[in-house]
């Protein structure tokens, strides 16, 4: 029995040891696979948080200026009703339907300002290329504003449409 559990323990050993071996071999490639995999895991969790990221900016950045096309049709429509009130005389402008009219051109403008829409003021004060245009007519090296000739607006601090002045 001596003989034969010996001869059964030395394979054992000897399966043993290269069992071991195949192991420790295994987990080498394994740890090593292992690792690309978690590499690429990391890489594609960032791309997508990258991604996440983008992508909230981009709508945020759309729900910002997502009205600025419709304002710019909207805006000549509120021109004209400012500019047909402007043009009645003192008494005309004590009727009924001068009354409700400026009580609408009022609400208009309520609702634009509430959206983020803001008119850029013009008249008394210096000229700035970045919001105004100069009107032909305007003197030339002249630096305040005398007269505006269309109303310029800002939407949420972008210009939408740059005031046409006359500089002196």
């Known amino acids: 029995m001596n003989d034969n559990q010996d001869l059964t323990s030395q394979t054992d050993e000897s399966t043993t040891a290269e069992i071991l071996s195949e192991i420790e071999t295994g987990d080498k490639v394994e740890v090593s696979e292992a690792q690309a995999i978690n590499d690429k895991y990391l890489r594609?969790?960032?791309?997508?948080?990258?991604?996440?990221?983008?992508?909230?900016?981009?709508?945020?950045?759309?729900?910002?200026?997502?009205?600025?096309?419709?304002?710019?049709?909207?805006?000549?429509?509120?021109?004209?009703?400012?500019?047909?009130?402007?043009?009645?005389?003192?008494?005309?402008?004590?009727?009924?339907?001068?009354?409700?009219?400026?009580?609408?051109?009022?609400?208009?403008?309520?609702?634009?300002?509430?959206?983020?829409?803001?008119?850029?003021?013009?008249?008394?004060?210096?000229?700035?290329?970045?919001?105004?245009?100069?009107a032909p007519g305007s003197t030339e090296g002249g630096e305040v504003v005398s007269k505006e000739i269309r109303a310029g607006y800002l939407y949420k601090g972008k210009v939408l449409i740059p005031a046409q002045v006359i500089v002196e």
């Open 44 to 134: 594609a969790l960032a791309d997508y948080q990258n991604l996440v990221r983008q992508s909230a900016k981009d709508k945020d950045e759309f729900y910002k200026y997502a009205l600025s096309d419709f304002l710019q049709e909207i805006l000549p429509v509120y021109e004209h009703l400012k500019s047909a009130l402007s043009g009645i005389s003192a008494e005309e402008a004590k009727s009924p339907w001068a009354e409700g009219v400026t009580h609408v051109l009022r609400q208009f403008k309520e609702v634009l300002n509430n959206r983020g829409l803001e008119e850029i003021k013009t008249v008394g004060e210096k000229f700035n290329h970045d919001f105004m245009e100069a």
